[in-house]
């Protein structure tokens, strides 16, 4: 064996190396985001004074699309790029997109009558950024949680342990972006909070590239020499794919303005993958045709968990400015900095959850699948209840902190049961040859429920009167009255997961 599948080959604490070069590339990644996306919502509301409904769907419409495209960045990944190159591919449009939207320009103002006074050059110029990035998170998400999976033996029982400490570097970028984004945009201006997550996309990408050596060629292009031969004069396959991707991004900046467009394309793209999935159900074994059917009804719960979970970045966000009393030990908390929170606690129970999994395994006694993911639903719901409680016996509008910590608590405890278990399902319950395809559906329904959850977040949208102060104690009865309704829900649907879970557990064969 030569000297460089040696070094590839390494582990340290128990995993392959390459698990830890993708942790802090991941954990880069996610700081620039995140630090990002904590700071859309207000910067959108706030400086171009968009209502907090046009807010609220430009928000969903981005996420809808960031978590969309990676549907065809892992297709063109499992078809002709690999894994690596989508990555870098991906990484390099993020770098630029981020950077782009340190540039403010003009701040909207208030003309008479009420009507509003946008920067339309500034504005073109955010959505471009926006779309780099879309364009860019299509090609890296679903490959770089991919090249996680091809680390491993399908039923190595160190496999859930691993996504969950992938899943911890998430949110260790998550929690130093949420608190260093938010406090540079809030106290010296967008830019350099935006400029931040740009730095942080950059190291991300560098790190990458310097570790991309430990993956043994498992991220590798199935056929380099297809890719390498040309197709226009000079252009071979390889820059033809990317030269058609540039040109694409017109096309997502035009619709990412466009709510409508945004939500027709997703129930496209949805019809199109379940067709896709169904003929691919016609060439499956019985074992795998099972299989893929319970992957499928696991990535239809996963939409409700999503959701209730993203309302973390509208109306959670809103409330935490408008109806969370942020006096705390003399201080005055930032409101996108309640963001971390959820970070925080992964970090401190990732590891509990990673025990937890092996040891619990190792006596028979782990919990399917199906049942993780209908407690997450639950718990997510029951994290919408504290905050009904806290509400109703709020002071003057203002609920305290202390009931937005714990609604994190159990969300964070929901997301541990669901999404590093749900990563982990879609590499061991894909056919071999269509897993990048079937990450790419598991964050197209993430994508689904992004905007779904916009439209939640409507349901308490405050119409402002120009020129007036918002009534805070109308806020938080919206606010209030919408958590009690996805508290319900969450609990019908969590409960009915539970029922049918032993049916979801027969058609996984065996699949821990």
């Not at 339309?120 to 679903?142: D, H, Q, T």
């Not at 201006?189 to 730095?199: E, K, P, T, V």
Request: with cysteine; proline share 2%.
């Amino acid at each position: 064996m030569n000297r460089k599948n040696l070094t590839s080959q390494r582990e340290f604490l128990g995993h392959p190396i390459g698990l830890y070069v993708l942790f802090f590339t991941e954990m880069w990644e996610r700081f620039s985001f995140y630090g990002m996306k904590a700071l859309l919502i207000f910067y959108l509301v706030r400086y171009h004074l968009f209502s907090d409904e046009s807010g609220n769907l430009i928000v969903g419409s981005y996420a809808a699309m960031v978590y969309a495209m990676p549907v065809i960045g892992g297709y063109i990944a499992d078809k002709y790029l690999g894994f690596k190159k989508a990555v870098v591919f991906g990484g390099v449009l993020l770098v630029l997109g981020h950077l782009g939207l340190a540039f403010e320009g003009n701040a909207a103002t208030e003309m008479a009558g009420g009507l509003i006074q946008r920067d339309e050059v500034a504005l073109g110029f955010f959505f471009f950024s926006l779309s780099l990035i879309v364009l860019g998170v299509g090609f890296l998400k679903a490959n770089i949680s991919s090249i996680v999976g091809e680390l491993y033996e399908k039923n190595d029982e160190r496999r859930d342990s691993g996504f969950t400490i992938f899943y911890m570097g998430i949110n260790l970028g998550s929690f130093l972006a949420t608190i260093i984004c938010s406090w540079l945009g809030e106290t010296y201006g967008w830019s350099y909070g935006f400029g931040a997550a740009g730095i942080g996309m950059l190291a991300g990408l560098a790190t990458f590239l310097y570790g991309s050596k430990y993956f043994s060629g498992k991220a590798d292009p199935k056929d380099p020499e297809y890719l390498k031969q040309k197709v226009f004069g000079p252009i071979n396959r390889e820059w033809l794919i990317y030269i058609l991707s540039i040109a694409c991004l017109f096309f997502i900046w035009t619709i990412i303005q466009n709510h409508t467009m945004v939500e027709w394309l997703l129930l496209s793209g949805s019809a199109l993958a379940l067709v896709f999935i169904i003929y691919q159900l016609t060439r499956l074994g019985r074992i795998e045709r099972d299989q893929l059917i319970a992957l499928t009804i696991l990535i239809i719960f996963s939409v409700v968990f999503w959701a209730l979970f993203e309302q973390a970045y509208t109306s959670l966000n809103l409330f935490a400015e408008r109806s969370i009393n942020r006096h705390i030990f003399g201080f005055v908390i930032a409101p996108g900095q309640f963001l971390s929170l959820n970070a925080l606690f992964i970090i401190i129970f990732a590891p509990m959850f990673a025990w937890l999994w092996v040891t619990l395994d190792k006596r028979n006694m782990q919990p399917n699948t199906a049942i993780k993911f209908a407690v997450g639903i639950i718990l997510v719901a029951l994290g919408f209840g504290v905050l009904v409680f806290g509400g109703s016996i709020a002071e003057a509008g203002k609920v305290g902190a202390i009931w937005l910590a714990l609604a994190y608590l159990f969300h964070t405890w929901g997301e541990l049961c669901l999404s590093p278990v749900g990563l982990s399902s879609v590499t061991k319950l894909s056919p071999a040859r269509i897993v990048g395809f079937m990450m790419g559906v598991w964050f197209l329904a993430t994508a689904g429920a992004e905007y779904v959850s916009a439209l939640l977040a409507n349901l308490a949208k405050i119409e402002r009167v120009p020129g007036e102060v918002i009534d805070v104690v109308a806020a938080t009865d919206g606010y209030i009255t919408l958590f009690n309704k996805l508290f319900i829900v969450g609990l019908i649907v969590g409960v009915f997961l539970l029922v049918i879970s032993p049916l979801i557990k027969k058609l996984m064969h065996g699949v821990k």
